[in-house]
């Protein structure tokens, strides 16, 4: 079968995140053998040069010893958001949205789709109900479904005003802590964002 986009990516990946690490195809030999997982550095620089394919579990050793997540190695490095990237060789979607898709945030969103409401919301129902079991968990409590709602609030007013589909990285409300005192942490700095993105939106307005 012919190489898909997304092997041409984690090859391309692969390398560049190597090199931006300082380190010889045999420097990281060496840590996918301490990881149980032993390449040989021949073999390394047939995956960057695209003439060996990755299995699912050197891709995740190359994710570990990289120190990088799988979407990293995944999803291309684009300099332009709205670059396209191929999925398969039938779904384009923006590199946005392939992002936000391999990270576990949303189902993609693909240009050519002119999906209605109701569609969009059961893509985004069955994508939630394959969340691991204590993600889904931290979705029902009501703080953090009082600032999701929060969040689609934010993100709705950015579409229309700063033609933004993604919310900045610093509104973006991350809960992984079970410590009650950390997570109220995370949520009080999450509101102050919330708070001061609505500020520069009114002004922006007034």
Known sequence: MEKGAVAT?????????????????????G???ELGRPLAASAIAKVENGDRRVDVDDFAAFAVALNVSPARLMVPDADDESELFA????????AWSAWQWATGVEPLRTPAEARGETEIVRSRLDFDAERPVWWRALDREPLMQWFTSLQEQILSLTRVLWKNTVLPDHLVIRMESTSVKNRLKAAHRALAGLQEELVRLTERES
């Open 87 to 94: 999925v398969t060789p039938a779904c384009e979607v923006w």
């Open 9 to 29: 990516t984690v090859a391309t990946n692969i390398r560049a995140v190597r090199e931006r690490r300082g380190w010889s195809q045999q420097q990281l030999a």
């Open 31 to 33: 840590r996918l053998a």
